[in-house]
């Protein structure tokens, strides 16, 4: 059946909102108490950096890939059997903290974040294909909501990740989030109404789509907007830990007011961006973002200005989570412009690729800026790290 009435929609928004939201929890989880573990087992923060950097990395392979899958088959389907292998996994990942070898938890953690990242993937591109066909005319403002949902998952999953963490440890971080994605999959079973992103007859194929300069370049500057918001993950909680003796629970609180900005001014940027010219709102995170990362470490030349504290951090997380929705929301609506003022239309297919591509820009960001700063902080302070990758 093809979603055709306004509830049915709206149910199928929702819970397409939720399926994200458990599978961006994944995601982001390990952040605020994975460096902190692994340290007390031996291992070192460029192994933490790839180990988190997977789930991206998957993101990125996939997403286009999903975004050929449904021209041929069911959406609902695919967002079933992803959620399912999320649950799964999750449950998988909870039993590694009674392997000892550190060789042995370094490779099953990251083959299961591998697998959480490709069902990750799928998630995400049937979340912006199926919205973008219900609700047409508002492309901004659902992504903003999208990005909205998501984004809840990064700023809350951390800190509760951290408070499971210290009241039950590796074990019941997991497990916690293992019983929500099953709650999940059972809601999206009965609730989530298959819409038909199929290929129409006009063609269409991706390679073609990604030869397009309107649409790798937006891609690309969400890509880059998410280097900066998703580089200091892997290296805040020993940061804070080193700095100013806090624990993980500090460090996903700083997480969540980062992750905060985003979540309450994305749905006010998003109705913006569909009402005025959203090529502005990018512009000026182009400048903006790179600007307020001076202030994270702080960097030398406004360390006489701004003194590391707690405050100076948790409110320059504030400033950059409220700065990434500029660069990053008006992407879709962006590539979906440029490719119809090109081609004066927009086919099916072609919606499916732009998704997709818009979609792995975020995974790809994610992956570098994750891997980068592990590597890097190995060899200088995190003012500096956060300096330069600015």
Same mark, same amino acid.
């Given at each position: ?26 995601? +982001? ?8 573990? #692994? ?18 990395? $998957?993101? =990125?392979?996939? $997403?286009?890939?999903?975004? %050929? ?11 079933? !059997? ?26 099953? &953690? ?19 294909? &199926?919205?973008? %066909?219900? *609700? ?6 659902? +992504? ?6 998501? #984004? ?33 999959? =059972? ?5 989530? +109404? ?30 880059? $907007? ?8 892997? !290296? ?21 007011? #980062?992750?905060?900005?985003?979540? &309450? ?27 307020? *990362? ?34 990053? *929301?008006?992407?879709?609506? &962006? ?16 919606? #499916?690729? !732009? ?36």
């Amino acid at each position: 059946a093809v979603v055709s009435t306004q509830s049915t929609g709206l149910c199928t928004f929702v819970l397409i909102n939720l399926s994200l939201f458990v599978s961006y929890a994944l995601y +982001t989880l390990p952040g605020a108490f994975l460096p902190i573990y #692994n340290l007390d087992r031996g291992i070192g923060s460029a192994s933490t950096g790839i180990i988190l950097a997977c789930v991206p990395l $998957c993101y =990125i392979i996939v $997403c286009p890939i999903a975004g %050929k899958l449904l021209d041929k088959y069911s959406a609902k389907t695919m967002l079933l !059997i992803s959620t399912g292998m999320l649950a799964v996994v999750t449950f998988l990942s909870a039993a590694l903290g009674h392997v000892t070898n550190n060789t042995w938890f370094i490779v099953l &953690i990251v083959l299961l974040r591998l697998i959480q990242g490709a069902n990750g993937g799928v998630i995400d591109v049937i979340a912006f294909a &199926i919205t973008a %066909k219900i *609700y047409p005319g508002n492309i901004a403002l659902t +992504t903003s909501i999208i990005e909205t949902s998501l #984004n809840l998952a990064v700023a809350f999953s951390p800190f509760l990740g951290g408070v499971f963490y210290e009241a039950g440890g590796f074990y019941l971080s997991f497990v916690v989030t293992a019983c929500a994605v099953t709650v999940v999959l =059972i809601g999206t079973f009965f609730g989530v +109404t298959n819409v038909d992103t199929k290929r129409d007859s006009a063609g269409g194929n991706l390679f073609s789509v990604l030869k397009e300069v309107a649409v790798w370049f937006p891609a690309w500057h969400s890509a880059a $907007c998410m280097i900066l918001f998703n580089f200091y993950i892997p !290296i805040l909680s020993p940061y804070v830990q080193a700095s100013f003796n806090a624990g993980p629970t500090f460090a996903g609180f700083a997480l969540l007011i #980062n992750t905060a900005g985003i979540c &309450i001014t994305a749905p006010f940027l998003g109705h913006a961006m569909d009402k005025l010219n959203p090529y502005v709102f990018m512009a000026a995170s182009a400048f903006l973002l790179p600007a307020a *990362y001076w202030f994270l470490g702080p960097a030398p030349f406004v360390a006489g200005v701004v003194a590391a504290s707690k405050t100076q951090l948790v409110v320059t997380l504030a400033v950059i989570g409220v700065l990434v929705p500029l660069g990053c *929301y008006p992407g879709l609506l &962006i590539m979906f412009d440029l490719y119809t003022v090109k081609y004066g239309k927009m086919p099916q297919a072609v919606k #499916n690729y !732009i998704t997709a591509i818009y979609c792995a820009s975020f995974p790809l960001g994610g992956c570098i800026g994750s891997a980068m700063s592990g590597l890097i902080a190995e060899k200088l302070t995190f003012s500096l790290t956060t300096t330069y990758i600015s």
